[in-house]
């Protein structure tokens, strides 16, 4: 059984701060981290190797620096990592960034694809299911369960208000999210083994992929503008008997569309 995992290096939002004069984003110092939901991703592709002896590959899109984070996946067990770096697949949006992915996946091969539900800086969710329609293979989002039943899975996937079990055939694409499993962590003799193995990395040249299918030539959509969100205003105390100030507090939130 072969899995390829997509893992996206991305910055650690959770670091990333508001200059309180300039408003804007201090970028400076934030470390580069694998995204969170990719690890899940990465897990349940190690556990399917514990148990069932599965080869895992893990792909990445990005500059010659991505390569850390297939490292880091090699360091957690991966079999193979493949670094996927181009000047021309710079500026991708989801569309040129799943059409390179699904490319150099059909070409490794796979019977298992999966990917996190989304990374925390682009936050758009579309990579995964984009990567199956360009293959033309069945997808479920949002998995936080996974079966091995012969050819076929059964997995949960979540929803608002519950879930749902289906079962899907391979090969398919399944996107990860944190309630899935508990990343493990890295072990001393990977760290250690992980230098000495070898990354592909592959171009649009090896690919076969024309330079207006990807980057920002083959990308639909172009961001015009980025700007950081005004920070709120003062908060509002409400001095009044309780009963006012509850009824004032919800037309307040009517007001404002919360409600
Ligand atoms: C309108 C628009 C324009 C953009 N323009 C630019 C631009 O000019 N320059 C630029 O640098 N970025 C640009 N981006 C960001 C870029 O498109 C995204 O970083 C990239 O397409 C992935 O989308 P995402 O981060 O929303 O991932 P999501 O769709 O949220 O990611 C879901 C999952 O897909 C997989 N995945 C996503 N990206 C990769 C990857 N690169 N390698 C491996 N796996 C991956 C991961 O498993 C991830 O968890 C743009 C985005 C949009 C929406």
Known sequence: MKVVVCVKQVPDTNEVKIDP????????GVPSIMNPDDKNALEEALRLKD??????TVITMGPPQA???????LAMGADEAILLTDKAFAGADT????????????KIGYDLILAGRQAIDGDTAQVGPEIAEHLDIPQVTYVEKVELEGNT???????????????????????????LNTPRYMNVYDIFTCYKKEIKVLTSEDLGLNKEDIGLLGSPTKVRKT????????????????CEAAKFAVEKLKEKHYI
């Open 21 to 28: 004069v300039k408003g804007t984003l201090i970028r400076e």
């Open 51 to 56: 148990e069932y002896g599965a080869y895992v």
């Open 67 to 73: 390569e850390k984070v297939l490292r880091e996946a």
């Open 95 to 106: 569309w040129a960034t799943s059409l390179t992915l699904a490319k150099a996946i059909e």
């Open 153 to 179: 899975l059964r997995v949960k996937r979540a929803l608002e208000d519950g879930y749902e079990i289906i079962k899907i055939n391979m090969p398919c694409l399944l996107t990860c999210i944190k309630e």
């Open 227 to 242: 700007f950081t969100k005004e920070p709120k205003g003062k908060g509002e105390i409400i001095n009044m008997p309780p």
